[in-house]
């Protein structure tokens, strides 16, 4: 049975393997679509920044401003604030919050931005009126996720066919919606966004290292993160499919022919004056 969608839960946790994914992440390979709007003077809210690669890349960008980061699982804004001091950056913050209910005065950032978040929460269409809550007018709410029916890859695998229906079972059956990505603009106008320019993007892996860093994460999230806990417990799959699924991406990976490509819905919402 799906969790009701305001009690979601996080499917990936935060595994090493998951880690691995999220720290790869920069403003130029994941929030590129809104770059070209930042100004050196903004205030930014970054929701769910995990182990805050994107968000020190922001802060770096707006200079004279400054950036929150926010999650909701307190142990990997640790990682957020080494990320930041490693970097020399004193205009950045972290904090544990919830996108459902932030603890912000209305109209107080510049820019709220959120990256592969909205596929995860129980009720997106509430977040992103939340987000606009905390813009203030004349603002920007941006988000980006991926859309896992979207994805493709080359040469075919049913071992990959079989990932992708457990983690769609998975996803939804936490409170989530893994097709997010297509999903977007339709949940801006739901909350209440008219001005929405809807964009997309792909990440590609299809160079040797690129195939054996995507293969080996996602086999390794398969046996051992959150996910495969959920996947187990949830009934929706045995020990050894999640081997056999694992096996699959490590032969993919092994492809000198591979391809795998994300596709990411975009949009980028100024709030009304």
């Not at 059956?173 to 209440?192: F, H, T």
């Not at 032969?251 to 994300?262: I, K, T």
């Amino acid at each position: 049975m799906s969790k009701p969608r305001e009690t979601a839960v996080y499917t990936h946790g935060h595994h090493e393997s998951v880690l691995r994914s999220h720290t790869w992440r920069t403003a130029a390979n994941s929030a590129a679509y809104l770059l070209g709007s930042l100004k050196p003077r903004m205030r930014i809210l970054d929701i769910g920044c995990g182990p805050g690669t994107i968000t020190a890349d922001l802060a770096a960008l707006v200079t004279d401003g400054h950036v929150t980061g926010v999650d909701r699982a307190p142990a990997v804004l640790a990682q957020a604030r080494a990320t930041a001091a490693q970097r020399g950056l004193d205009n950045v913050d972290f904090a544990v919050a919830d996108v459902h209910a932030l603890d912000f005065e209305d109209d107080t950032f510049d820019v709220v931005h959120a990256h592969q978040v909205l596929q995860h929460v129980g009720d997106p269409v509430g977040a992103l009126r939340e987000m606009k809550r905390v813009t203030r007018p004349g603002g920007i709410v941006a988000a980006r996720d991926s859309d896992y029916a979207a994805m493709t890859w080359y040469p075919g695998s049913p071992g990959l066919d079989d990932w992708l229906d457990l983690y769609h079972r998975v996803a939804r059956a936490n409170g989530g919606e893994p097709d997010a990505g297509r999903r977007l603009k339709s949940w801006a106008l739901r909350a209440g966004l008219t001005d929405v320019t809807a964009t997309s993007a792909t990440w590609t892996f299809a160079e040797p290292e690129e195939r054996a860093w995507w293969s080996g994460l996602w086999a390794d999230r398969t046996l051992a993160s959150a996910y495969a806990d959920r996947a187990v417990e949830g009934g929706h799959a045995t020990v050894e499919q999640l081997t056999a699924i694992a096996d699959a991406w490590r032969d993919w990976g092994r492809r000198e022919d591979g391809w795998f490509s994300v596709l990411h819905g975009e949009i980028l919402c100024r709030k009304e004056v």
